[in-house]
């Protein structure tokens, strides 16, 4: 399937040429991020639209995902200004069209690209969804009877579920089906008989020998005609129907009808949505299809229904699980496991049942209607949506997570699978999965909602930014798309519309970042925008390198913050603002379900990899099942298999593995050994020979147990001689890394995850290439100072700033003279090479040529001056736009948050002091640092009336030798920090057009606060 994308020819596999040296420095337009384009609904101009398209050029975005919703505007637009309303509310009119075709040609003039979500919001739906093509529900009546009686009476009344989920959801009696009578007892007789409820319950045990299946003795008025044997009868009635439920604040078709989602368990319904939506606008700019219009985005899976349901469930579950679910139903009853919203408010414990069986069985048939509706989400939504979009020659985009559903298949069946920041507080275990779809289903491009959490608005700083996109890129994520950029809409306050940042919304439902003009780093944002393009150019060459793969069986993604990690739910480090104590997930879960208690003994063993070198993959059945015997899946080549306390699979997958390990790939099973299969049918057969193949596997040395606390990297390079593809000298559990490897070279994304600097040494197993460090701040290259061939591995020492990134190129080229042993600093410099250093003593450097040169630094070089005294100039903004200038004299320097005149100041702060330099310590080999410490958030310098470049990351320093004059110099540094301190003052003296800022304890450090020094560093020219 091959496209023409902007003059670059592209298909769905990877790249596998080398990088273009001269690319790097000038990279395409192809490698930029892109960023969520929020709309003001329909409530937008043309003209504006082309204007923000430039914007997004000049910034250095490739394009945009265009998302046209009413998220973050007047909710009761309707009543109060009705000529905004119809104007806001014409999505799938001529108009949404005129203004997407207006935004594609703009875009296409500029080489870039544009994607468009599959509704105006989420989940997809629209007013022009039916009843009978929305989200089916499962509804439950009830009634308690004691036998002998001969009943004949209507069946029990369906009870509705709790509304919850900011009022998303309608009643809807239209289209109510039957679909099931069943009846039982109470077990034993002993057990009271349970009731229908939504919280607070206790599961009820049932007789299974019990169950009566009515249904056949309903007839069509809904009366129930049965001889009731003998004791305390529960009769459940099993009603399927619409959801009722509507898209999160959409731009509607049709003013004033409500919206409905459509089934994501129906391939008809999607395909109806597809042909009207994009049908029509094939009429307005079918030319840019699979141009400049890339892909059909589907966004967050947040479905509020409690019992996901279908029309034709009961047949395709009977087809798929081989037998009939009907009178099983009530087992299945667990409240709000569907319901992300009753999730959210209820917490752990969604998935018990209120009726059960003694033993295992109740969760066997539960996993069977699950993996029903895993299938039925990803074959009959998901593969219809990518069918449509091959189609009509365009992508299908999505997150494939909230839903009860196999994530890794539903990645595998879209061309571009896309992960987020802010669901399950953006842990790299998560984060991995869509990295894992990569390999595993052979996906070149994987995208991320990035730089997204939750009540942290007008808090993301450059170096957050830059953070951020190194936990994506070392998980296999190689295309961002920043959330977001909204449209602006001057009927809004100050600083402007942003979705999920204005007044009309309620103070936890505000979150995300503002990558619109308005941000205060706009001016900076070319430069961090070709930081992240360098990035990507790297890493979307190539194919990701993995030799260890994790069997992974649980439908969907725990949603729960399990484990503390740098910049998780949006908080950096100790310096960093405070989390929201009403933030959900802002903190660590502390009431645990089976599922988190699983993934967080998951994520000690990831963490033991991770920390020790090795590179996973998460690995889903269907995977597994397709790989060749010697585990090659996808891309992936697996030195091994991993079931990480994992008590059930299938018995196909223990034939699997009998192949698998009869071919020299060895398995280990940690915590447990799997006793039988997770379904229900034939559970009893098919364990019996799934206990045998294990066993067999275990007696004859070919699989391993190992416990949950072992050591399993230990195991792996010790006992089973399986390397990663890095070795430290110690476990390193601040280094993340990925491994691209292209037909003539390989590359590596390192990332280090402190606020402090780190120097790590690290063994490649590269020895027949060479090492280039390719900075994507610069573009520069250069081969690399300082390594040594040790063995079958380049051993190289890396010095990592806070927070620091590095990419190596290996490849074959001529060898140049090089330091294989040196305590010192090293780089190249116009093709020098050089050492450097702060310390005084005799330094030996070792030679690749076998020569050595002692180095030495004395005490005389070195110099320190503090710079503690500085005056300060700003202004406050209050809330009329008046601005009043203030100007300090300080002793020391000290956070804005601890000066009360600046509590509230978000503007630019110009600090100014002077410095004296003596004549006789400005030397040729001397480098004169301005290290600045602790900014917030970023600097831009001035010495002697010359400007240097901003700092917007770590270490903040900045050599000022060419700038520095014998005698008295002069420096200026402009602070610019968040305007979230600006924000927080207007919630309190600005009245509602703020409100959402009210009351806000959270301030963001801000202003230069150091310590400042000037301090020497001597150079030395290795000569040769």
């Not at 043309?46 to 265009?66: H, P, Q, R, S, T």
């Not at 992508?395 to 839903?403: D, E, H, L, T, V």
């Not at 991770?610 to 585990?631: D, M, Q, R, W």
């Not at 057969?685 to 399993?712: H, P, V, W």
């Amino acid at each position: 399937m091959k496209r023409i994308l902007n003059n670059r020819e592209t298909d769905m596999s990877f790249n596998l040429k080398e990088v273009d040296w001269s690319e790097f420095k000038s990279p395409p337009k192809y490698a930029r991020p892109l960023v969520r384009w929020w709309w003001t609904g329909l409530d937008v101009e043309k003209e504006e639209l082309i204007n923000e398209v430039k914007e997004l050029d000049e910034a250095g975005f490739l394009g945009a995902e265009i998302q046209a919703f009413m998220i973050g505007s007047p909710m009761d637009l309707e009543k109060k200004d009705k000529e905004r309303a119809a104007r806001s509310h014409r999505f799938m009119q001529p108009y949404y069209y005129e203004m997407v075709k207006a935004v594609l040609d703009e875009a296409s003039k500029r080489g870039m690209i544009m994607d468009l979500t599959i509704g105006s919001a989420w989940p997809a739906g629209g007013t022009h969804i039916s009843n009978e093509d929305s989200m089916k529900v499962l509804m439950v009546g009830q009634q308690i009877i004691e036998g002998p009686l001969e009943y004949s009476d209507k069946i029990p009344e369906y009870t509705r579920p709790p509304k919850r989920g900011l009022g998303l959801i309608e009643d809807i009696e239209e289209g109510i089906k039957l679909e099931a009578v069943v009846a039982f007892k109470p077990i034993n007789q002993v057990d009271k008989p349970g009731k229908i409820a939504y919280r607070k319950f206790k599961t009820t045990n049932i007789d299974r020998d019990s169950i009566i299946d009515l249904t056949d003795k309903v007839d069509d008025d809904l009366y129930l005609n049965w001889n009731i044997p003998e004791g305390i009868w529960q009769i459940l009635s099993f009603y399927s129907g619409p959801s009722g439920i509507h898209p999160l604040a959409d731009s509607r078709s049709e003013p004033g009808k409500g919206s409905l989602v459509l089934d994501h368990l129906s391939s008809k319904s999607i395909k109806k949505h597809m042909d009207l939506h994009l049908g029509e606008g094939k009429k307005y700019f079918e030319n840019h299809f699979g141009t400049t219009l890339r892909a059909i985005f589907t966004d967050s899976l947040e479905l509020a229904s409690s019992w996901l349901w279908t029309e034709d469930l009961l047949n395709q579950f009977e087809k798929r699980r081989g037998y009939n679910l009907r009178p099983f139903l009530p087992i299945c009853f667990a409240p709000y496991r569907d319901n992300k919203y009753l999730q959210a408010f209820f917490g752990s414990g969604g998935d018990m049942p209120l009726f059960d069986f003694q033993g295992t069985i109740g969760e066997k048939i539960r996993y069977d209607y699950e993996k029903t509706i895993s299938d039925l989400f990803s074959e009959e939504f998901v593969k219809t949506m990518t069918i449509w979009d091959e189609n009509n020659k365009l992508k299908n985009r999505i997150q494939a997570y909230g839903i009860r559903a196999d994530t890794l298949k539903t990645y595998g069946i879209a061309h571009i699978p896309e992960t987020e920041n802010l669901y399950a507080g953006g842990a790299i275990d998560f984060l991995k999965f869509a990295g894992s779809a990569a390999i595993l289903y052979n996906k070149p491009l994987i995208t991320a909602e990035s730089i997204v959490w939750n009540q942290r608005d007008y808090m993301t700083t450059p170096l957050k930014w830059k953070v951020c996109a190194d936990r994506l890129f070392s998980s296999g994520i190689n295309q961002m798309i920043y959330h977001g950029f909204p449209y602006q809409n001057k009927q809004f306050p100050y600083p402007g519309f942003c979705g999920f940042s204005t007044p009309y919304l309620p103070k936890m439902a505000n979150f995300s970042s503002n990558f619109s003009r308005m941000n205060p780093f706009w001016d900076f944002f070319p430069i961090m925008n070709n930081y992240i393009t360098r990035c990507q150019y790297i890493l979307q060459r190539g194919k990701p390198v993995s030799n260890i793969a994790i069997y992974y069986s649980v439908f969907n993604y725990c949603d729960a913050v399990l484990k503390k990690e740098e910049l998780m739910v949006g908080y950096l480090d100790e310096f960093d603002a405070p989390l929201t104590e009403s933030a959900a997930l802002s903190s660590r879960k502390k009431k645990l379900d089976p599922n988190d208690k699983w993934t967080l003994k998951l994520l000690e063993l990831t963490d033991n990899l991770s920390a020790n070198g090795f590179f996973y993959t998460h690995i889903n059945e269907e995977s597994v099942l397709n790989a060749s015997n010697n585990l090659i899946a996808g891309c992936g080549d697996f030195d091994i298999l991993i079931f990480p306390n994992i008590e059930k699979i299938s018995l196909d997958i223990a034939r699997k593995l009998k192949e698998i390990n009869n071919s020299g790939i060895p398995i280990i099973f940690v915590g447990t050994l799997p006793d039988g299969q997770p379904g229900f049918l034939n559970f009893e057969k098919n364990d019996k020979e799934i206990k045998k193949i294990i066993n067999e596997l275990i007696e004859n040395r070919k699989a391993f147990l190992i416990e949950s606390n072992q050591n399993i990297s230990q195991f792996l390079i010790q006992k089973l001689k399986i390397n990663p593809e890095l070795m430290f000298d110690q476990e390193q559990p601040t280094i993340n890394y990925i491994l691209k490897k292209s037909e003539g070279a390989d590359y590596y994304f390192l990332r280090h995850s402190l606020n402090k600097p780190k120097k790590v040494n690290i063994r490649f197993p590269a020895t027949d290439k060479i090492p280039f460090i390719l900075d994507p701040w610069s573009g520069n290259i250069c081969q690399a100072a300082q390594y040594k061939k040790e063995g079958n591995s380049i051993e190289m020492d890396l010095w990592f700033n806070a927070y620091g990134s590095i990419i190596i190129e290996f490849k074959k080229t001529e060898e140049k003279l090089h330091i294989i042993e040196s305590k010192l600093k090293s780089e190249r410099i116009n093709g020098e090479l050089v050492c450097y250093g702060d310390t005084p003593g005799k330094f030996i450097i070792k030679l690749s040529n076998g020569d050595e040169k002692v180095i030495e630094i004395n005490d005389e070089y070195l110099i320190s001056i503090p710079l503690n005294k500085w005056h300060l100039k700003t202004n406050i903004r209050d809330h009329l736009g008046n601005i009043s200038s203030i100007e300090k004299s300080l002793e020391e320097l000290k956070d804005w948050r601890e000066i009360p005149e600046l509590k509230y100041c978000s503007s630019k702060g110009l600090y100014t002091t002077k410095f004296t330099i003596e004549e006789n310590n400005i030397q040729n080999n001397l480098k004169f640092l301005l290290s600045l410490g602790r900014v917030h958030d970023v600097a831009v310098v001035k010495i002697n009336g010359s400007i240097t470049d901003p700092l917007l990351v770590y270490p903040y320093e900045i050599d000022i030798t060419p700038h520095i004059k014998s005698g008295e110099n002069e420096i200026e540094i402009e602070i610019t920090p968040t305007l979230r301190n600006r924000l927080n003052g207007y919630g309190e003296k600005g009245g509602k057009n703020w409100k959402n800022h009210k009351n806000r304890k959270e301030f963001m450090p801000s202003g230069l606060i150091g310590p400042v020094i000037i301090k020497t560093i001597k150079l030395f020219k290795i000569r040769y």
